[in-house]
């Protein structure tokens, strides 16, 4: 091969860069053993990573993802008005994951990153990551240093110690599409409406709580299943609309 060709000159494009991964796959990994039945769910996540998980994700062809394993790097050319896709694309993801027993964790910044159907690289990437390895808990962090991240208003979207995402809000499952057709939003999703898979995500984490090791794993599933717990009584309450 030409090495002239391994290093023309490239440049790098300003993206919408999101990085995710499975929270404790090496224990996934573990838990399966050879159980080819297990294997075969250890399976879902890097499936649903190569299918066309892009366009439901960013609903524009100009969306890239690259996969390995158990995580992936989504990007999308930069544009403010993706950002609210993208967000509801990957709390879908988040959603579909935990119903079939996985828990992600992202991060998501824009920068500057070359990513191609090859490769992908670049200092967005390196934040993406940095942003997602310290956010702790299975949730979705915003660079709180990007200002079309900072304006995004959405019913999902917190600020406490972080600028975050939460997939894990009633009022994003109660949307009249998710009530009534979570198969075609949801992969790996049962055929009962949104509240029915809030409440069944609710009793998949205090499962996951339970079985977790004393440390940051019980940490993880317990901030998680706190949040849940307080929306899920509300909907058992009269006031409850």
């Given at each position: 091969m030409d090495i002239t060709s391994l290093t023309a000159p490239l440049t790098y494009e300003k993206r919408i860069v999101c990085f995710f991964d499975v929270l404790g796959w090496k224990n996934?990994?573990?838990d399966a053993g050879s159980d080819p039945?297990?294997?075969g769910k250890l399976a879902f996540l890097p499936k649903i990573l190569a299918s066309d998980l892009v366009k439901a994700t960013s609903q524009t062809s100009s969306g890239r993802i690259t996969s390995f394993s158990d995580c992936a790097v989504v990007s999308l050319p930069f544009d403010a008005d993706?950002?609210?896709q993208l967000l509801v694309g990957l709390s879908n993801i988040f959603i579909g994951a935990a119903i079939n027993g996985f828990f992600l964790r992202a991060g998501v910044t824009v920068g500057d990153i070359y990513h191609d159907d090859k490769m992908v690289f670049g200092p967005a990437l390196n934040k993406a990551y940095t942003l997602e390895s310290s956010g702790k808990y299975p949730r979705i962090i915003l660079d709180g240093d990007e200002e079309s991240l900072k304006r995004t208003e959405m019913d999902i979207v917190f600020e406490e110690d972080v600028l975050f995402a939460d997939p894990f809000?009633?009022?994003?499952?109660r949307d009249n599409e998710t009530l009534n057709n979570p198969q075609k939003i949801f992969m790996g999703g049962p055929a009962v409406n949104g509240?029915?898979?809030?409440?069944?995500?609710e009793t998949i984490i205090a499962e996951c709580m339970e079985k977790?090791?004393?440390?940051?794993?019980k940490e993880k599933m317990t901030w998680l299943y706190r949040r849940v717990r307080?929306?899920?009584?509300?909907?058992f309450s009269p006031q409850f609309k």
């Open positions: 996934h990994i573990e039945k297990k294997i993706f950002i609210p809000t009633l009022s994003f499952f509240l029915a898979i809030f409440l069944k995500i977790a090791k004393v440390g940051r794993d307080q929306q899920s009584k509300s909907i």
